[in-house]
């Protein structure tokens, strides 16, 4: 049964940075695309960056593009989003996802909570 846990979430105020941690178990992570979504009570779940199979295609929502990055760990099977610049709007409870399956992922994490205060 493959497993994502989640860490690096919290408060910061704008214009600060985080990056959220994903560790993969259970599941041959190697052979999986990997994305983030985050969801916040005022808009639908939203698709911030994923990344294909073979690690080779990377895609960034508008309002993140320059100043989020996704990368990942093979030899740790983990991946992570660095976020730079951050503004009030990335508020939400980010979660993490792998094994693209159709439109959607077969593995999600429990979801981490980003607050940012202006």
């Known amino acids: 049964q493959g497993h994502l846990v989640e860490s690096g979430g919290g408060s910061v105020q704008a214009g600060g940075s985080l990056k959220l941690s994903c560790e993969a178990s259970g599941f041959a992570f190697r052979a999986c695309g990997v994305a983030w979504y985050r969801q916040s009570p005022e808009k639908e779940r939203e698709l911030v960056s994923s990344l294909n199979a073979g690690g080779g295609t990377f895609t960034y929502a508008e309002s993140v593009k320059g100043r989020f990055q996704l990368s990942r760990s093979q030899r740790l099977s983990t991946f992570y989003l660095q976020m730079n610049s951050l503004k009030t709007e990335d508020t939400g409870v980010y979660y993490c996802?792998?094994?693209?399956?159709?439109?959607?992922?077969?593995?999600w994490g429990q979801g981490t909570q980003v607050t940012v205060s202006a």
């Open positions: 996802a792998a094994c693209r399956a159709g439109d959607n992922y077969q593995y």
